[in-house]
């Protein structure tokens, strides 16, 4: 035989939600004097604190010099294969990178595949890849998503180089100093 579960019938004020209202309005009525916490974005865009992992993008040296030289760490460490680069020699009419062995040809992050994880930036050797403060990418088609190379740089430009490797390197074989 089927139990049957006799059910408490609602009392005025419940029926009414008038308790229910007077609690929204007083949770309401306390942060309305209260600072904002929300932004309104897109108009009003938020401060990026520093260290923050946007968009990963590919950095010059202060004399605007490519420093990515192809090794494809990135590509081999990065969990969801969205960097595909494709390397190739330094052109020679670039006398002031004569001490780079390659460059990339080609320097594609996919932006669906990309998960922010900054493995590229902590791997690379040259200090070529960066997480720096563009958060929001959109686009209507999948290729749109591809970050080329030339969209790299745009997004990356010029950083602070402390190290000056080919410089030195330069400096060094001037010098009959050189190891190679
Ligand atoms: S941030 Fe992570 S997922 Fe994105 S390109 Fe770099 S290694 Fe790949
Ligand atoms: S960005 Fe850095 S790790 Fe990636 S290929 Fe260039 S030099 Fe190598």
Redesign the pocket.
């Given at each position: 035989m089927a139990y049957v579960v006799e059910r408490k019938s609602l009392s005025l004020s419940e029926r009414l939600y008038l308790p229910q209202i007077v609690a929204g309005m007083k949770v309401t009525l306390k942060h309305l004097f209260k600072p904002n916490v929300t932004l309104e974005y897109p108009d009003v865009r938020p401060a990026i604190p520093p260290g923050y992992?946007g968009v990963?993008t590919l950095v010059k040296d202060p004399n605007g010099r490519e420093k990515c030289v192809s090794c494809q760490l990135?590509e081999f460490?990065?969990?969801?294969k969205?960097?595909r680069i494709t390397p190739g020699e330094v052109p020679a009419d670039q006398p002031q990178r004569a001490h780079v062995e390659k460059g990339p040809q080609a320097f594609d992050?996919d932006m669906l595949?990309?998960?922010?994880?900054?493995?590229?930036?902590e791997v690379c050797p040259e200090e070529a890849?960066f997480?720096q403060n563009t958060f929001s990418m959109a686009g209507y088609t999948r290729a749109e998503m591809v970050n080329d190379k030339a969209k790299l740089y745009e997004l990356g430009g010029t950083l602070p180089d402390q190290h000056f490797k080919w410089d030195k390197k330069k400096a060094a074989e001037e010098h009959g100093n050189a190891h190679h």
């Open positions: 992992r990963p990135c460490v990065c969990p969801p969205a960097i992050i595949r990309c998960i922010y994880c900054g493995l590229c930036q890849i997480l």
